[in-house]
């Protein structure tokens, strides 16, 4: 199975904050998951913890590599960049990253994220939808700490709504 990519500043370990949530299911594919992961306005339809996805730049409505976007989540405004973007090919994972960051650099409130999600094909007519994110801040800090893990928690809502999303859409 394939691995997230990490860019410098990002690495898992040396971060503020980690969390890592997976699934892996029968019966959808990387094309069914796709189309709902890459249009974050739909991102509320499924994801309640996502609201207010607007690109900037006259972009949109799908991610592509570099596109500037915004949208609230954990009660964070989050500016965000594509830092990676992969569609869906046969043969490899379709993969997207972005770097968020809410609050003003130098802040002490400033939260710096790296949001990756990898999505790959099985066998067996299975796909494995992996999403990390790491973390730098006071604000990162503080939700390594915090238990239950809202980081944990609400990326396994993001998880089992996307997957509900699109076994409702083939049906």
């Known amino acids: 199975m394939n691995a997230i990519n990490w860019p410098e500043g990002f690495v898992p370990g040396f971060s503020d904050n980690y969390c890592s949530n997976e699934v892996i299911v029968a019966g959808l594919t990387t094309q069914d998951i796709w189309p709902l992961l890459n249009t974050p306005a739909l991102w509320p339809t499924y994801y309640k913890n996502s609201a207010n996805a607007r ?24 500016e965000s960049q594509v830092t990676e973007y992969v569609a869906p090919a046969e043969g490899q994972p379709a993969r997207v990253s972005w770097h968020g960051w809410s609050g003003e650099e130098g802040a002490a409130d400033r939260l710096d994220v790296l949001h990756a ?9 299975r796909v494995r ?7 730098n801040g006071q604000p990162a800090k503080e939700l390594a700490v915090a238990s239950p893990n809202p980081m944990i928690n609400g990326h396994q809502d993001w998880l089992d709504g996307l997957v509900a999303a699109a076994r409702a859409k083939k049906a």
């Open 55 to 78: 690109f900037y730049d006259n972009k949109g409505p799908e991610l592509e590599q570099d596109v500037r976007f915004y949208f609230e989540t954990f009660g964070f405004p989050v």
């Open 117 to 125: 999600w990898l999505i790959e094909d099985l066998s067996d007519n």
């Open 129 to 135: 939808i992996l999403t990390q994110e790491t973390q």
